[in-house]
């Protein structure tokens, strides 16, 4: 049964991730594109904790907190950047 | 595994993709920056916290419990409505004059906090020292 569902989950995620590609492309402002990106950041992060279910292995939740703070980090650079013009004053 | 643990492993990871999904359409879908921020900050959060229980529940009955989903779900709880915040605050930065022209008045004597400091602050003397030097 969980593997049904892990095959769902890697398609609704795939989907969503294709979706954040297009308001990344698209976005008519610099924002969206940033929203854009955390997003995709965050959808990543379900589908490696995905692929860690599906191998049965807990290697990849090292990479996943990693995607997680790396997120963070660079969305809150990029909004100083935007609000300030230097990220670090 | 038993069928019952396997039976909320499936549901959780099927409800956390459906969130991603309803998180990434939203914000293909809705009209403008402001609205398009509430998709990712709320459905988002909720499946990757759905998914990421999901792991642990997984990994918890198989005999090989970790703390670090736990660390991930705290880390991306705490910092989503700080990303949105930021978000939210670039973008009101970024157009000022058609944002001040938009925004509800506060009702009070100051305005939005964005943008005018509160009044008496030193905060607010240091901002007009600012403005006079240009």
Not at chain 1, 8 to 15: D, N, Q
Not at chain 2, 28 to 45: G, N, S, Y
Not at chain 2, 71 to 78: G, T
Request: hydrophobic residues 55%; negative net charge.
């Amino acid at each position: 049964m969980i593997h049904y569902a892990l095959m769902f989950g890697f398609f609704a995620v795939s989907v969503a991730l294709l979706l954040n590609l297009w308001r990344l492309a698209k976005g008519p402002t610099v924002m969206d594109r940033v929203i854009a990106v955390d997003t995709m950041v965050i959808n990543a992060i379900a589908l490696i904790i995905y692929y860690g279910i599906f191998h049965g292995t807990t290697v990849y939740f090292e990479a996943a907190l990693l995607f997680a703070m790396f997120g963070f980090i660079s969305t809150v650079a990029y909004c100083r950047f935007i609000l300030r013009g230097d990220v670090i004053e | 595994m038993n069928l019952f643990v396997e039976f909320i492993v499936s549901a959780l990871i099927v409800i956390g993709g459906i969130f991603l999904l309803v998180g990434s359409v939203g914000m293909i879908k809705l009209p403008e920056l402001m609205a398009r921020l509430h998709a990712p900050t709320k459905a988002t959060t909720l499946g990757i916290g759905s998914a990421l229980f999901a792991s642990v529940l997984f990994f918890a009955v198989a005999g090989d419990f970790s703390v670090h989903e736990v660390l991930i779900v705290f880390f991306l709880f705490l910092t989503a409505p700080i990303t949105a915040h930021f978000v939210a605050k670039a973008h009101l930065h970024q157009r000022r004059e058609q944002a001040l022209k938009e925004l509800p008045p506060t009702g009070s004597k100051c305005g939005w906090a964005t943008f005018d400091p509160a009044p008496g602050s030193a905060e607010g003397e240091l901002q007009d020292q600012v403005d006079e030097r240009g």
